[in-house]
């Protein structure tokens, strides 16, 4: 009988910590950009923020990689999104206004 309310608690803990957001690929118009490996050494390395409303559906800030491409003149690309350790304590704050926020990375070669 004392686990259901542990349960509850724990079912509510874990549907304010989930979430998602999408981010996108995308060369600007005209670009010949390739997908790099994993294990190649990249020169340039951005992290930025995007912020996601409704749970992750749809996005607040770019979630593409457009601007990045262009402004580092990237040919090869990769990109990778996390949470930091505190974008995991504040989403499940900001989770009660269906706000998320996610980190972007991207890595690249000119």
């Not at 600007?28 to 050494?41: C, F, H, L, N, S």
Request: glycine share 6%; aromatic share 10%.
């Amino acid at each position: 009988m004392t686990r259901r309310p542990i349960l509850r608690c724990l079912f509510a803990v874990g549907l304010l910590t989930l979430g998602c957001g999408t981010t996108h690929l995308v060369a600007p118009p005209g670009r010949e950009v390739y997908i790099m490996p994993a294990d190649k050494p990249a020169e340039v390395h951005v992290e930025r923020t995007i912020w996601f409303y409704q749970w992750g559906a749809k996005a607040i800030s770019d979630n593409t990689t457009r601007e990045d491409i262009e402004r580092y003149n990237l040919r090869e690309v990769r990109i990778d999104t996390y949470q930091k350790w505190y974008e995991m304590l504040m989403n499940p704050i900001t989770s009660l206004v269906s706000i998320q926020r996610r980190t972007l990375i991207v890595e690249g070669n000119p």
